[in-house]
């Protein structure tokens, strides 16, 4: 008949537990060639530089063409014309491990689908969430973080096409330099989004606002955008 314990006190441990017990703990270090070497296949590869395998990410100021590229599609996305954004600098988030989680979730969409659509998107926030997203990407979890406490188009991360609009985030927080994220984006199809859909239905993975003015594209599923660029300028309303 087992024997009920119930002063945990009582309980002895012999040489080998007592062993084990003294034992530190086992650290485990990461590989990063076994990175470096998944992203030689990447999109990527050739248009990074001065990557840090060690680190989680790094952060490089892009270069002449594609800074121009960035600041032109900034100021043609922005659709106030009643006042401008003044750019201040954009950094390129260089973190091989989530572009790689990325790359491989959209070879798995196009082996299922066929066809994928990605895009360019916009997201607002705060100076603080920028270590956290270039190290983990964005956290649907952490909705309303950002002024909200639940979203008109659905509960996952939301995304702008239009960086006028992603300027009104996060809400009643205005850092100077304001701080935006230009993201990689994929898509199948999206539906009509509501403030209580969780998860989109078959056969759409995206939701959003479907009405001409195209501001907000919301997404769910992890992996299924990229953070790439940082955007900081200054805007006053």
Same mark, same amino acid.
């Given at each position: 008949?087992?024997?009920?314990? /119930?002063?945990?006190?009582?309980? +002895? ?32 590869? +050739? ?13 490089? %100021? ?15 996305? *922005? ?5 401008? %954004? ?54 649907? =979890? &952490?909705?309303? %973080?950002?002024?909200? =406490? ?9 995304? #702008?096409?239009?960086?006028?609009? %992603? #300027?009104?985030?996060? &809400? ?11 993201? =990689?984006?994929? /898509?199948?199809? =999206?539906? *009509? ?45």
């Amino acid at each position: 008949m087992d024997t009920v314990i /119930e002063d945990l006190s009582q309980i +002895s441990l012999n040489d080998e537990e007592k062993k084990l017990e003294e034992l530190a703990p086992i650290e485990i270090k990461k590989d990063p060639t076994f990175v470096r070497d998944l992203f030689r296949h990447s999109r990527m590869y +050739s248009t990074w530089i001065n990557v840090d395998y060690n680190l989680p990410y790094t952060l490089i %100021a892009p270069g002449g063409k594609i800074y121009r590229e960035i600041e032109t599609k900034f100021k043609n996305d *922005w659709l106030f014309h009643d006042s401008s %954004a003044e750019l201040h600098k954009i950094v390129r988030i260089q973190n091989p491990f989530l572009c790689l989680q990325y790359e491989l979730k959209l070879k798995q969409k196009k082996e299922l689908h066929g066809s994928v659509q990605e895009n360019q998107l916009y997201h607002g926030t705060k100076g603080y969430n920028v270590d956290s997203i270039c190290q983990g990407n964005f956290d649907w =979890r &952490r909705l309303g %973080a950002s002024g909200y =406490r639940s979203s008109k188009f659905g509960q996952g991360v939301s995304f #702008s096409p239009h960086s006028s609009y %992603a #300027s009104d985030y996060p &809400r009643k927080y205005f850092e100077h330099p304001r701080v935006m994220i230009l993201a =990689r984006e994929m /898509e199948i199809s =999206r539906c *009509w989004g509501h403030d209580g859909m969780v998860i989109p239905p078959l056969p759409h993975d995206t939701s959003g606002d479907l009405s001409s003015n195209n501001n907000v594209v919301v997404k769910y599923f992890d992996n299924e955008f990229y953070p790439e660029f940082i955007i900081y300028y200054y805007y006053n309303k």
